[in-house]
């Protein structure tokens, strides 16, 4: 079975979305998967976005797409027009699409509208914190949020497979929200 996990950042950027991508890829292919991990060509380190545009970490292949950063470093980045086929052409080699957000994300949109249209079987792991617009301190950016959590996200739900959810509330969350499965991991 050939897995693609989905993520606008990957390793050498080290986080915690990163790391848990990290982990679950490994131990994937050491039950005999065929793992890759499809990112972004973006490093958070200002002057470095110049990272292979393949190669094989801990036995998983990485492939990265070229993009720029237009926006704050967690909100969008624009994927490259050659690189926007590109990525039909490596989605269409997979059984399960998993992809990863935190925020939202080009990657993430175009994927799983691109997902729809190959009628490749995806699942998403939105690694979500019901409500946490509430904590932001300017009022535009829960307003954003706000939108986001509740018109959004649900939205994205309903062009998925299934979800996996981290949390009760966050399955809770989803399953409120949305038609598709979704599955909480203890």
Same mark, same amino acid.
């Given at each position: 079975?050939?897995?693609?996990?989905t993520?606008?950042?990957?390793?050498p950027?080290?986080?915690?979305v990163?790391? +848990?991508?990290?982990? #679950?890829?490994k131990? @994937?292919?050491?039950?005999?998967?065929?793992? $890759? &991990?499809?990112?972004?060509?973006f490093?958070?380190k200002?002057?470095?976005n110049?990272?292979p545009?393949e190669?094989y970490?801990?036995?998983?292949?990485v492939?990265?797409?070229n993009?720029?950063?237009?926006?704050k470093?967690?909100v969008?980045?624009?994927?490259?027009?050659?690189?926007?086929?590109?990525?039909?052409?490596?989605?269409?080699?997979?059984?399960?699409?998993?992809?990863?957000?935190?925020?939202?994300? +080009?990657?993430?949109? #175009?994927?799983?509208? @691109?997902?729809?249209?190959?009628?490749?079987? $995806? &699942?998403?792991q939105?690694i979500?914190?019901?409500?946490r617009?509430?904590?932001?301190?300017?009022?535009?950016?829960?307003?954003?949020?706000?939108?986001?959590?509740?018109?959004?996200?649900?939205?994205?739900?309903?062009?998925?497979?299934a979800?996996?959810?981290?949390?009760?509330?966050e399955?809770s969350?989803f399953?409120r929200?949305?038609?598709s499965t979704?599955?909480?991991?203890?």
């Amino acid at each position: 079975m050939r897995i693609l996990m989905t993520y606008k950042f990957y390793l050498p950027n080290y986080g915690g979305v990163e790391m +848990l991508i990290h982990t #679950i890829a490994k131990s @994937l292919v050491k039950q005999g998967y065929e793992v $890759n &991990v499809l990112t972004l060509n973006f490093s958070r380190k200002v002057g470095e976005n110049k990272m292979p545009r393949e190669e094989y970490i801990d036995g998983v292949k990485v492939i990265r797409l070229n993009t720029t950063r237009p926006l704050k470093d967690q909100v969008d980045y624009f994927i490259s027009t050659m690189d926007l086929v590109h990525l039909r052409r490596i989605l269409e080699q997979f059984d399960i699409i998993h992809i990863f957000s935190s925020m939202p994300s +080009l990657l993430l949109f #175009i994927t799983l509208k @691109l997902c729809d249209k190959l009628g490749v079987y $995806n &699942v998403w792991q939105p690694i979500f914190i019901p409500g946490r617009y509430r904590h932001y301190k300017e009022a535009s950016l829960r307003l954003i949020g706000y939108t986001y959590d509740e018109y959004i996200l649900p939205l994205l739900a309903k062009q998925v497979d299934a979800i996996i959810a981290l949390t009760d509330e966050e399955a809770s969350f989803f399953q409120r929200k949305s038609q598709s499965t979704c599955l909480c991991t203890r």
